[in-house]
């Protein structure tokens, strides 16, 4: 018998408990990303950073980056999968976000910045001169040119973190990738003046 078809036996024969369990997973995962949701609200709050009207994601920038119409910003911060996840599944990477959340299974979760100066080539050409300090201070760059923070929550601090009903350790990494957007904001409207002028 090859890996796989040992692989399907196994699946087979304990399809109630996977069945059960990928329930539960859906489950954490609403926590986790409420968990998540509020830290970030918190942290914005208190800083008096906007948020987005889209109560199903959470995106946020600093108020003199609202645009005129009070409801978009021409840079802003929002969470996603990581820089080479299609969210398809495709092999090396998650299926589910709580493997995102957590960093596993080839998953990652990543606070990007987004902008509505720039298109395509241009954005990047801006990021480039910008992107000693950018990843000097902590910053990523995508291929694509586009800037993020890896974020994903230690899967031991949040598995504490249900046993104490106290997840301020395992949140440690949303405060930290905000504290980070933060510095990063002033060099950030830099590269939106620049891209501005080209």
């Not at 003199?64 to 929002?78: H, K, L, M, R």
């Not at 504490?160 to 905000?178: M, R, W």
Request: with cysteine.
């Amino acid at each position: 018998m090859n890996a796989t078809n040992e692989l399907n036996t196994l699946i087979i024969r304990n399809i109630e408990d996977l069945d059960v369990a990928a329930k539960h997973i859906a489950e954490i995962e609403d926590q986790i990303w409420k968990l998540i949701t509020d830290e970030a609200e918190r942290w914005l709050r208190a800083r008096g950073w906007n948020i987005g009207p889209d109560a199903s994601e959470i995106w946020f920038g600093r108020p003199d980056w609202v645009q005129e119409d009070g409801a978009t910003f021409i840079g802003w911060f929002y969470f996603d999968k990581g820089p080479d996840d299609t969210n398809s599944s495709a092999p090396g990477e998650p299926h589910f976000w709580l493997s995102r959340y957590l960093g596993r299974a080839g998953g990652e979760l990543c606070l990007w910045f987004g902008q509505d100066v720039a298109k395509g080539k241009a954005w990047r050409t801006v990021v480039r001169t910008f992107a000693d300090e950018l990843t000097k201070a902590g910053a990523r760059i995508s291929d694509a040119g586009n800037i993020f923070i890896p974020c994903s929550l230690s899967a031991t601090a949040v598995a504490e973190g249900y046993s104490n009903n106290d997840f301020k350790e395992a949140l440690a990494p949303i405060t930290s990738a905000l504290d980070l957007a933060e510095a990063l904001s002033p060099v950030l409207q830099l590269a939106l003046d620049k891209a501005r002028e080209a």
